[in-house]
Structures are given as structure tokens and as C-alpha cells.
């Protein structure tokens, strides 16, 4: 019996030990902060919560643009050893989320942000933009700003489906497409994985991601997989789009450290930091 006991400790200690969370600097790339959530969450209470949280760096951008100008010209940023790298989201109301793909008045907004640019520089990327039906990326407004996005070497953040992501880089090849979500409606890994194949420029985003992880929280083997297999082409986000996300905000993190940890060391920095990073600091906007 005690040989037993001594066998099943070590197995355990061999098979079923599982990794320490990663616990370096986070890249937040889906961060919104709303104009609902200007009032319960001020900005310095924002920054204080991405310290906490280990966030060094995120991509801002927010319904209206206010908010992301707001984090760009808050002076409690640099003490809380954040970046803010904006980008210009197509909203000014909900209203917008439906048909800005062809409404010639966001073009000609997302034109005067750039030009008017932020408290930090100028902007360094388009969305995040929502399409409820795929065949809505060929709009003439979603082609003329992947055009733009292409020839200004600005990056897109888009919650689109597998089908919208080959329209949108079907109009501009080049262009550097950031998949808010990697697909929120459950694509498929091989599909994904035939996706990064074909599209260098692309780069999943995995928050809410469906089967990402079990029911522990940690990663699948499908998606423990695909990572490995492609691991400069990944990032993680929050998705702040309600309140609840911004009170849970040190939670969201929380849960993205745990299946980090499930990486290789040098794989789980990639993701958690390093290929944003190489994103936007290895690219200037023209």
C-alpha cells in the first residue's frame, strides 16, 4: 500500500502538476473605455487597475473617441508605467455599429482624427469595428479604410467572422489585421490555422475566445497547439465593451496569466507582451 501511495504522489507530481501563471508584463490589445463607463470608472481609477493588473502596455480605442484621447492625456499614465497606443474607433453612438460600412460620414471622421492625431502621437490603428454579415466587408466605406488602414501602415482591430477575414485582406493584402476574438462565434482551430497560413499580416486577439481553455481555465490541447505551432501571431485583450468587464478587469487578467502559464516560457511572453509590442513599436503609421 505505501508503494502505492508513493507511486500515485510521484505520478502526480509528474503528470498532473500544472505550470505556474506567467507572471511578466501584459499587453492589453482590446481595451475599451466607453462613455459609460467615464463616470464610474474615472481614468485614474482605470490606470490604477491596469498597474495592478500587471499591464504595461494597450491599444485604446473607445465609443466615442473621448475616452481613448482621455487615457492618452491622462498624466497618471507614465506613473503607472502604462502605453497607450490609440486607435481610432468608427462609433460616435451605438447607432454607428450597424452601417458604417457604408456611410461616407465615418470615413470622413476617421480622417479627421488621424489628422488631428492624440496627446501621444498619432494614431496608430482603426476599430474596433464590428460585421453582423461578412458580405458587408465589401462595403465601399470597409474597403476604402482597409485601403487606408494598408497604405498608412495602420493596424485594424476587427470582431468579424472567418469569411469577412479573407474579404477585408482580399481589398488590402497588406494591410495588418488584428482578429478581435480569433473568431467569437467558434471557428474552428484548423480553420484559424489555415487563416495565419495564408495571411502573414494576420494576428489573433484572444479574449472571449470559445474553447480556448477548459473548464479549469487552463488551455485546451487544440489551442495549447495552435499557439505553439504560431507563435508570433497571437495577443490577448480584455474587452472592456461593458462596465462589468471594468470591475472585473484584475479578474479578466487574472484568468489570461493562468492559461499563459500553460506556455512555454518564451511562448507565453511572445503572446502576453512581445508580439504586440513588435506590432507597434517595429511599425511607425505614415
Known sequence: MRRFVAF????????????????????????????EA????????VLARLQRSGVRAIVA???????????????????????VVPFVRLYRNRADY????????????????????TPVGPYRGIGEFHLYDSTNADGPVARKLMLLAQDRNLAVLAHVDDD?????????????????HTGIGGVPPAR???????????TGELSYRPGLTDADGHLSADWK?????????????????IN???????GLMGAARLWLGDLPPAVAQRVAWGNAHALFAGAAPR
Open 38 to 45: 467615464f463616470a464610474p470608472f474615472p481614468v485614474a481609477d
Open 225 to 241: 497547439a495552435l499557439i505553439n505551432a504560431f507563435p508570433d501571431r497571437f495577443t490577448i485583450g480584455s474587452d472592456t465593451w
Open 164 to 180: 469577412a477575414i479573407d474579404r477585408l485582406l482580399r481589398h488590402a493584402p497588406r494591410a495588418r489585421l488584428i482578429w478581435a
Open 244 to 250: 462589468a468587464r471594468w470591475s472585473d478587469y484584475e
Open 98 to 117: 450597424t452601417g458604417w460600412f457604408a456611410d461616407e460620414s465615418i470615413y470622413a471622421m476617421v480622417l479627421q482624427q488621424l489628422a488631428a492625431g
Open 192 to 202: 484559424v490555422r489555415a487563416l495565419l497560413t495564408r495571411y502573414p499580416t494576420l
Open 61 to 83: 480605442n473607445s465609443r466615442p473617441n473621448d475616452g481613448t484621447l482621455a487615457l492618452a492625456a491622462a498624466p497618471q499614465a507614465a506613473a503607472a508605467g502604462v502605453s
Open 8 to 35: 500515485a504522489a510521484l505520478a502526480f507530481a509528474v503528470f498532473g502538476a500544472r505550470a505556474e501563471p506567467y507572471a511578466g508584463p501584459l499587453f492589453d490589445t482590446h481595451l475599451h473605455y466607453n462613455e
